[in-house]
Structures are given as structure tokens and as C-alpha cells.
């Protein structure tokens, strides 16, 4: 993922920062970070640390959206982070910049040539997380536990460019981020490792086919 001060200096770092009116905020973990927020328009950057964002379905049903850690990115030009569905939580003592998303397109900025940088940045970032959606719903699309366990398997084999990788999640966190039961994803993982197309030890995943 890009980051967002790819080819920013940290003077200018400080600098954009200071344009933006930006803060820095420390969450423990297991908090809430959106019921701590009290804009509805911001952008966030986890400096350290690590957030899940999750939405709840009618039915209480947690659906992990996304994972993010150092430089990942979150906000309302992404998804809308007050609606009363999503929570955003701190998986581990997290530290966020917050941004005012009002502030990126005041014009005594723009014109500053890091900020310009800054700015391609952004829209490479938010290009990538629509292609990254555009997997997920992939993955949602599959009709089967099966058939999304494989797919989901198939992109990690992709992004690390190997047949063996280490799942960033547990497998509840799995389970939720793949919107299937935990029972069910269990005996279908049993399924497919008797079957001969995976091998799994802990957290470790080895494609056999």
C-alpha cells in the first residue's frame, strides 16, 4: 500500500501537518476510536499500532472490513465512518493522525510542491483500496465457504508471491472477515486439508494445488 508521505521529507512532513491542522491522537487498545471523534469528515493515518474496521449487520452479525496498520489509511472518502453500522477499533495501543478532510482543498495549500506530492499520494492510495474492495467483493460474490476460502487463498498467494503465507488474522477474524459461520468455516477448512489442497499449521498456510 502506498504511503501517504511517500517522497516527503520530514521537514515537509511537519510542515503538511501544520497546513492541515492535523493532530495526533493515542487510543488503547480495545477502544472505540469513532465514538472519539466528533467530526463526521476526517481522514485518519495510523502512525503505529493497529485498527479493525468492522460493520455490524441488523442481525448483530460482526463483518470485518479491513486490517489496517503503520500508514494505513481510514475516513469518510472511504466509507462512511459515523454511520451508526461500522466501528472502527483499536486492535492494539494505536496511535492516528487526524486530518480535516475540509482543510486538503484550501487553496493557500495546494500550491506548495510537497503538498502536491501529498496529494498524488492520496489518489494512488484511494486507488488501491478500490481495487482492494474490488477483491473483497470477489471473495463476498463466491457462493460457497469453500469456494471463498479458496479465493481468499488464491489473493494472499498473490500478494506474497508464494504458495506458503501466514494468515493475518485468527480464524474467528477470518470467519467475520469472510461473512461466513465459524462452525461451518472450521469443517470446510477440515474439508479441504483431507482433501489434500492446503496445509495449515497454526497460522501458516501451504497451497498444495
Do not use: W
Request: hydrophobic share 35%; with cysteine; charged share 30%.
Amino acid at each position: 500500500m502506498t504511503d501517504l508521505f511517500y517522497n516527503i521529507s520530514d521537514k515537509d512532513k511537519e510542515r503538511i501537518f501544520k497546513y492541515l491542522e492535523a493532530s495526533t491522537v493515542t487510543y488503547p487498545k480495545g477502544i472505540n476510536i469513532m465514538s472519539n471523534i466528533n467530526t463526521d469528515n476526517i481522514i485518519g493515518v495510523v502512525q503505529s499500532g493497529c485498527i479493525q474496521i468492522i460493520r455490524n449487520d441488523y442481525d448483530g452479525k460482526r463483518i470485518i472490513l479491513n486490517e489496517l496498520k503503520d500508514g494505513g489509511v481510514f475516513g469518510s472518502i472511504i466509507l462512511p465512518v459515523t454511520d451508526d453500522s461500522y466501528d472502527i477499533f483499536a486492535k492494539e495501543a494505536t496511535k492516528v493522525i487526524l486530518i480535516d478532510y475540509d482543510r486538503i482543498t484550501e487553496e493557500e495549500i495546494v500550491k506548495h510542491a510537497s503538498y502536491k506530492q501529498f496529494i498524488k499520494n492520496l489518489l494512488k492510495l484511494i486507488t488501491e483500496i478500490v481495487l482492494e474492495r474490488n477483491e473483497r467483493i470477489e471473495i463476498l460474490t463466491q457462493k460457497s465457504i469453500r469456494d471463498k476460502l479458496l479465493e481468499y487463498f488464491r489473493q494472499q498467494e498473490q500478494k506474497n508471491g508464494s504458495k506458503t503465507f501466514l494468515l493475518p488474522f485468527n480464524f474467528t477474524e477470518l470467519s467475520e472477515y469472510l461473512a461466513v459461520d465459524r462452525s461451518a468455516m472450521s469443517r470446510e477448512l477440515k474439508n479441504i486439508k483431507d482433501e489434500g489442497f492446503v496445509k495449515i499449521k497454526n497460522k501458516k498456510v501451504t497451497l498444495l494445488y
